[in-house]
């Protein structure tokens, strides 16, 4: 959730697993590289970053050192030392209570550390549980779940946990079984979410393997073994097949992990510490290695196949033991020569030796192989305990920097981090896909892929099939029956593409995305490269970011102060870096700046900045008939007060004029909606709105909620507000696209009396049917929330499209979809229904994007019970969108197939009132004797020399006056009461371009400047 770092990212995993591959007699050297990788392991059993002093000290220790790097254990026994995590918060007595989240705190620190840090998750994979281990929610974690201490039986397919030859469980952990697909689904999901909520430069996992050859008898394992190979009973531990079939199951999740994780971060380096026990590959024979033989970690083929950038063997070898010495020399000779084209980094084990024993290790280690090859780096186990002999670690840090009595320092001088070349420059790429039929995956089903190089891939038990270093170009994936077949990608350097059908011809379409401020999406860069992935991976060609939040906003502004957000990074401007990353890519993404108008706060307390338009314009509230001013919470300001027209106008002028956004999402454009009811609208009772009103109409006192005139003032003044931000954004961008967010509460007009008594129009006085009619929005989205599984909603959400589409008058319409109250699958249904009566769909929202991934979903009491939460489902629906995918019901554990809405990419569709205009717009302002702006009068539009009545304009509260989509030439707006040379203005009006009145004389000083742009 932090700023990455320019030097790259990097993904170490502890990986110990297997693949079948011949021996390879030539010598294998590592990929380029530059720099060199010099770390610490901080492991979770004891201090070193859990309080924040804990951290700074760690910082200046790595430092000491020279150190570049730093693999902190995040993860111990399927508990999280981090806050945002599908698992439950460690139960550790000595780390700092919340809100504090100690992997934030630690990558903002090392990141912002002069050198800076590289800061690597470590996380501890298959093994969940201990003897004597506790939880902080036994509801949340794993073990619980899925494990013994749920009690269930070995029988039992919900029992994820590996047992023993002689059904044991494993001693001292209790693991997951990778041949589970759950549970190997699981993992993938724990690891995913926390790449992607996390500006990690490493993630680390460490036991991903066998605790030997005796394991691995889970039932469901057991089970699909027997089905691939035949035979019945629990296989011998001896069994050929058998070893072979747990160094698949290792070897698949490992291919899995690197190609889900690239998907999102493309730089991202994953690797592993993996087993060096014994003597060396050289010495024994690769298949006489314990990682080999007996925990089925075939590290060896995993940088073979590239699906590791960097392996980490663990040469945990005393130097002072002639035996073990040999045993280090000879494993890191062998670990220079047979990299792969990849690397690795030697990993050391300090805390068995004497500091003198370390530092000559680290020499040994650095020094290149007989045949000129060299380790990426070394790392040391541990930050904790760094020598036998009990002496201070400082002596440690210090020793590895500085000459002392210990030897001669391996790190004098301090040294980037590497820079890895098939990372830094890729000339391949690697594709990722699924297998799915109806009733659910194809699990180890043989995949043909054929295109620039052809490959036989086989898919793992949930369907998941990858090939990693292809080369660039398009291929065509055949599959078995009853997938989807074939599927086709697109592989380009460096990326990890998603293997998806044929994307027939499709019409051009507004597929968007809202991504609200209240929850995480973009504001670290880290978040906004993961929101771009997203959107990009689902087919998706538009974002609709909120960029202002109650008066505070997440961009460069002059007018109005900086968001309070703890989650947005200090010093980051997210909106420029999202424009960057949408505009500057392929495909090109539009964005839009979401703006709320009138709500302005929401707080008990006022802001504490006195630049908030909440204190410096208090006057400028709405409040109800009684004088309430909070609806639901929230202050609004009134449309109905003069001065909001123009701070809001030079609010979005201010913007326009730093950012190339697309378009305006236009949000909030209503009046309050608390106590209000249809034909009663209670708000609006600003003392000057009244004044106004009361002096236009001759109204002794103020008017009744109720009263006719007074319910189609209000609607004028946020119409009036509409049609000037529409004038005066379009002054300054002429083809930019301005969307206003639209009331569609409840049935549809035709099934509730007509559109005059609708929410929107007589409730929320927000008449954005006669916005279209005019033409002062250029899109309408309508807030078509709707549960599709509750069948009044689904009626609702039917009766309300069959409504819009017959209500376009030459403008556009986007249907705002609610994902968030949907089931995944419902959700497709709703978007493919709006497709076919709109100019688009918006997806609302991001985080959560289905009920699953909505941790207060349960209000909305849908019928899957019980209802459960799970984080994993927060990217179910951007695969879903574009991919044959699916997902497994967490509550009733049922398997739903889903069909693809986007199966490739389109563009936004043409709009031509924009893009080739006939018409033009023309606006000016009406002024009285002394310059006094006049309110509420009538200007009369007349086409010159003809004389020929055009129609009559209403000025607002400011005088200004406006009118859209006007045949091309000379027009004269005759103002009534107005002083001369106000009288009578003249605009010469062009085709896509917005005129100014002009009085006798060319007097412009009381014009913003903007409005001379043409």
Known sequence: MLLRRKFGVFVLLALLGSLIVPAVQALQPQGAFSGQLRAFWVDAWNDGFKTPDQIAQLVRDAQTAHANALFVQVRRRGD??????????????????????????????????????????????????????????????????????????????????????????????????????????????????????????GLHLDYIRYYGADYGYNRVSVDRFRAAYGGSGLPDPADEQWKAWRREQVTTLVRRIYLEA???KPDLVVSAATIAWGDGPNQTGWENTSAYRSVFQDWRAWLEEGILDLAVPMNYDREHDPT?????????????????????????????????????????????????????????YSYAATNKDGLPNSE??????????????????????????????????????????PTGPLARVQVFLSGPENRTLLTDGNGCFGAVDLLPGSYTVTLPSPATSPLYATVSAGKVALAGPGAPPAEPAVRALLVDAAHDGFKTPDQVD???????????????????????????????????????????????????GAHGRSPRLDVYAWIPILPVWNQDAPPSDPRHPFNLHPEWLTQDVTGNLRSYGDYFFDPGHPEVAGYTQSLLVELLGRYPVDGLFLDGLHYPQQGSTIGNAIWGYNPTAVLRFREQYGYPGAPAPGDPLWMEWRR???????????????????????????????????????????????RVLQDWRAWLEEGIVDLAAPRNFDREYRSEQRAWYDHWLAWEANHLYERGIIVLQG??????????????????????????????????????????????????????????????????YGYTDPATGLFTATTPLFPGDVAPPALPWKDTPARGHAWGRALGPGGVALDGVTVTLVLTPSGTLVGHLRTDGQGYFGGVDLEPGAYEARVADAAAPYAVQRASVKAGRVAWFMPSFPERLFLPRVLWAD
Not at 344 to 369: C, E, F, R, Y
Not at 729 to 750: E, K
């Open 324 to 380: 073990q010495r040999l045993y280090f020399e000879h494993w890191i000779e062998w670990e220079k020569d047979h990299a792969y084209g990849r690397g690795v980094v030697i990993g050391q084990g300090a805390w068995i030796n004497s500091i003198s024993g370390s530092l000559t290790q680290a020499h040994k280690a650095l020094l290149p192989s007989a045949a000129g090859n060299h380790a990426v780096g070394l790392t040391f």
């Open 396 to 437: 440690f840090y210090h020793a590895l920097s500085q000459p002392s009595g210990y030897g001669s320092p391996p790190f004098p001088t301090w040294e980037p981090p590497p820079s890895l070349s098939w990372k830094a420059s890729p000339t391949r790429g690697h594709l990722l896909g699924w297998a799915i039929a």
């Open 819 to 884: 994902a968030y109250l949907n089931y995944p699958e419902h959700t497709l249904d709703q978007a493919q229904q709006a497709l076919g009566v709109s100019k688009g769909v918006g997806f609302a929202s991001y985080i959560p994007a289905n009920l699953y991934a909505d941790p207060n979903g349960n209000v909305s009491n849908p019928p899957r019970q019980p209802w459960f939460y799970s984080p994993e489902g927060e990217w179910w629906l951007w695969r879903m969108l574009a991919l044959p």
């Open 262 to 264: 690239l998907s999102v």
């Open 530 to 580: 993961t929101l771009l992935a997203d959107a990009r991976a689902a087919h998706l060609n538009a974002l609709i970011v909120q960029v202002r939040d109650h008066g505070a906003v997440y961009y460069r502004s002059d007018l109005e102060p900086r968001s309070t957000d703890p989650e947005l990074e200090p010093g980051f401007d997210p909106l420029a870096y999202l424009l960057e």
């Open 80 to 201: 999280a030392y981090y806050n945002e995590s599908i698992e439950p918060r460690a139960a550790d007595s000595r780390l700092a209570p919340e809100p504090f989240d100690p992997l934030a705190w630690l990558i903002q620190a090392a990141h912002r550390a002069d050198p800076p840090l590289q800061v690597h998750a470590w996380v501890v994979v298959m093994p969940v549980w201990a003897p004597n281990y506790s939880t902080t929610d036994p509801n949340r974690h794993v073990y619980y779940r899925h494990g013994c201490g749920n009690g269930c039986s070995w029988e039992d397919p919900n029992n994820w946990m590996t047992y023993r030859y002689n059904g044991g469980n494993p001693v001292p952990d209790y693991q997951l079984d990778p041949g589970h697909p759950a549970a190997a689904q699981y993992t993938v999901d724990v690891l995913l979410y926390l790449v992607r909520h996390y500006d990690i430069d």
């Open 716 to 762: 004028e003044q946020l119409s009036a507000l509409v049609r000037r931000l529409y004038l005066a954004a379009t002054a300054v961008r002429r083809a930019l696209r301005i969307a206003v967010a639209a009331v569609a509460w409840g049935d549809g007009p035709d099934a509730s009396g007509g559109w005059e008594q609708s929410q929107a129009y007589a």
